[in-house]
């Protein structure tokens, strides 16, 4: 078979980029978004939190029933498409709620009792790309199924604070309201409609067309002209009856008893319309406009509309990217661990033996990155203790010819200590190493 000439070789073609708001992550990076995950799986499992993870595409009727046909996600932000081969409507999960809800439902999983859950993804929104905002963006929430009362609001809540504490981010707000019960919705509904239509002058088009099919969203405004009309316009708070105001201040209660400020945001309202009593935001101001970090609250009525048996529910979600840049931004910088040990290989030959000593050590928990060579060779000893440096690594492992031929192999210090080395027979390499890295032996 004769070798392909260069008149054969195919055109190179032009590269290709990410979607605009979908990006790569790439390393480091990518070890600061595991060290928050891990994280998040220990706070969760502390909690008796157990992970669920839902298809990224679901039927399109599952968000327009569970969001609410006249909510931005829905009218707007929404990847929908049409199956090629069964012309079902499809949608990238702009959410996992409606997802989540859907699995308990089909999969009947309160047949004994409420359920704790908690998962991790990407979701998508067609909506202008910007800091902490992208087209794919990745969230981090925890759903209670199956639990009425204002305990459960609490504990989400004081979870979600935990995990601040714990990852070291500072200067979050947590605001509070209630959105009371669908009746008492209603009789704040029919007042915002006649207040708001005497003040159709300060109205942007997207108020007025809403302002008969969903007021509540007007409450949420960012348009500053509107602003004062706003904070005059009828508060839910007033409308609502004893049984939420009592929901709402047991909530309150503990929070208090727990030590956990909070403020009340009578406007508060959030983007879903399947709330009702508890809702809550942590914001901050270090992130512009984008300063919700997560949010959430009380959804009693969506299982029933999603096809199951009543049963109450409630949760919360967080950006992943914006928490992290918050992290950034108060000058947080989650650790980028190294491999423990860098295995500098002076000749090719000894190959087999050092991978053969690599596989045991690996075997015993210890992190080891080769040296890989280039061509023929394996690149000078400067450049691989460079290399060695660069790596993070606390220890160099030097598989030298006349070590070797004694049986031994070199360990070199590269932090602690650095320039101190020591001889060590391969029989016991794995359990000096252990030693020096503190590590319980294997």
Known sequence: MTAQTSA??????????????????????????EWLEDKV???????????????????????????????????????????????????????STAGVVRAVVEHNMLYDGGKRLYYMGPMFRHERPQRGRYRQFHQIGAEALGFAGAEVDAELILMANA???????????????????????????????????????????????????????????????MQAMVEAAPKLIDFLGEASLAHFNAVRAILDACGVAYRINPRLVRGMDYYNLTVFEFVTQSLGSQGTICGGGRYDYL???????????????????????????????????????????PDASALPLVHHTLQGLRAAGVSVQMHAGTGEGMGSMKSQFKKADGSGAALALIFGADELSRGEVVIKHLRDGAGAQENCPLSQVSARLQQLLGMAAV
């Open 8 to 33: 054969t070789k195919p055109a190179k073609a032009a590269p290709l980029s990410a979607v605009k708001g979908m990006n790569d992550l790439l390393p480091p990076d990518s070890a600061r978004w």
């Open 303 to 345: 299982i029933e509309q999603m096809g199951g048996k009543p049963a109450p529910a409630v949760g919360w979600a967080l950006g992943v990217e914006r928490v992290l840049e918050l992290l950034k931004e108060q000058g947080e910088q989650p650790p980028v661990p190294g491999p423990h040990v860098y295995a500098i290989v």
């Open 163 to 225: 995990l601040w504490q714990e990852l070291g981010i500072k200067d979050v707000v947590l605001e509070l309201n209630s959105l009371g019960q669908p009746q008492e919705r209603a009789a704040h509904r029919a007042a915002l409609i006649a207040y708001f239509e005497q003040h159709t002058d300060v109205m942007d088009e997207e108020a007025k067309r809403r302002l008969h099919s969903n007021p509540l969203r007007l409450l949420d405004t960012k348009n500053p002209a």
């Open 41 to 95: 799986r220990h706070l969760m499992a502390r909690f008796a939190y157990r992970n669920l993870r839902t298809p990224i595409v679901e039927p399109t009727a599952l968000f327009v029933r569970g969001l609410g046909e006249v909510t931005d996600i829905v009218e707007k932000e929404m990847y929908s498409f049409e199956d090629r081969l069964n012309g079902e409507q499809l949608t990238l999960r702009p959410e």
